[in-house]
C-alpha cells in the first residue's frame, strides 16, 4: 500500500523538481567520474568538506558527510593514502586530529569544479538564455531556503 500525497498544492511542484533533479544529479556523477583521480561521492564531498572547513577535526567531519567515527578515519585513511589529505594534531589539543587537503586534493576538487562546469555549460548552450537565468534563480532561492531548513531536516 503506498502512502497518498500530502493535499499541499506545493507537492506536485517538489515531485517535479525531484524529477528534475535526477538529471543534473546523473550529469554531476558523470562530471564526477571523468575528473581524476577517480572518487566515490562520500570522498568527493569529504574533500568538499575539508576544503570549505581547513583544520576540521576528524569527529566534525563525520557529522558532516553523515557517517561514524571509525568509517570516516577509514575514509580518511585511504584519501592520505592517494596523497589528498593530511592529518595532524591539533595544537590546541594534541589528541585530536585535524584534516587539511594535500595540494594534490586542492587539485583533484579544482579539477572536478572545472568538469561539472563544463557539463552544465554543454546543457545550458542548449537552453534559450532567459531559461538559464531563470534556472539560476530559483536554484538560488532554492539553496536560501534549504539552507535554512532546521538541524534534522535536511533529508
Given at each position: 500500500m503506498?502512502?497518498?500525497?500530502?493535499e499541499d498544492p506545493l507537492y506536485e511542484t517538489a515531485c517535479e523538481v525531484a524529477d528534475a533533479s535526477e538529471a543534473l544529479t546523473?550529469?554531476?556523477?558523470?562530471?564526477?567520474?571523468?575528473?581524476?583521480?577517480r572518487l566515490s561521492a562520500l570522498q568527493l564531498r569529504a574533500l568538499v568538506v575539508v576544503r570549505g572547513s581547513p583544520r576540521i577535526n576528524l569527529t566534525r567531519l563525520a557529522e558532516e558527510i553523515d557517517a561514524t567515527a571509525p568509517a570516516t578515519s577509514?575514509?580518511?585513511?585511504?584519501?592520505?593514502?592517494?596523497?589528498?589529505?593530511h592529518r595532524d594534531r591539533a595544537d590546541s589539543d594534541r589528541r585530536e586530529?585535524?584534516?587539511?587537503?594535500?595540494?594534490?586534493g586542492f587539485q583533484a576538487i579544482d579539477r572536478?569544479?572545472?568538469?561539472?562546469?563544463?557539463a552544465i555549460h554543454e546543457v545550458l548552450q542548449r537552453m534559450a538564455p532567459e531559461e538559464g537565468?531563470?534556472?539560476?534563480?530559483g536554484l538560488r532561492a532554492f539553496t536560501?531556503?534549504?539552507?535554512?531548513?532546521?538541524?534534522?531536516?535536511?533529508?
Amino acid at each position: 500500500m503506498s502512502a497518498q500525497p500530502p493535499e499541499d498544492p506545493l507537492y506536485e511542484t517538489a515531485c517535479e523538481v525531484a524529477d528534475a533533479s535526477e538529471a543534473l544529479t546523473a550529469l554531476w556523477e558523470r562530471a564526477s567520474q571523468s575528473a581524476p583521480p577517480r572518487l566515490s561521492a562520500l570522498q568527493l564531498r569529504a574533500l568538499v568538506v575539508v576544503r570549505g572547513s581547513p583544520r576540521i577535526n576528524l569527529t566534525r567531519l563525520a557529522e558532516e558527510i553523515d557517517a561514524t567515527a571509525p568509517a570516516t578515519s577509514r575514509l580518511c585513511d585511504r584519501l592520505e593514502a592517494a596523497g589528498l589529505l593530511h592529518r595532524d594534531r591539533a595544537d590546541s589539543d594534541r589528541r585530536e586530529i585535524v584534516l587539511t587537503l594535500a595540494p594534490h586534493g586542492f587539485q583533484a576538487i579544482d579539477r572536478l569544479h572545472e568538469q561539472r562546469c563544463r557539463a552544465i555549460h554543454e546543457v545550458l548552450q542548449r537552453m534559450a538564455p532567459e531559461e538559464g537565468r531563470e534556472l539560476l534563480k530559483g536554484l538560488r532561492a532554492f539553496t536560501g531556503a534549504a539552507g535554512s531548513l532546521p538541524p534534522g531536516r535536511e533529508h
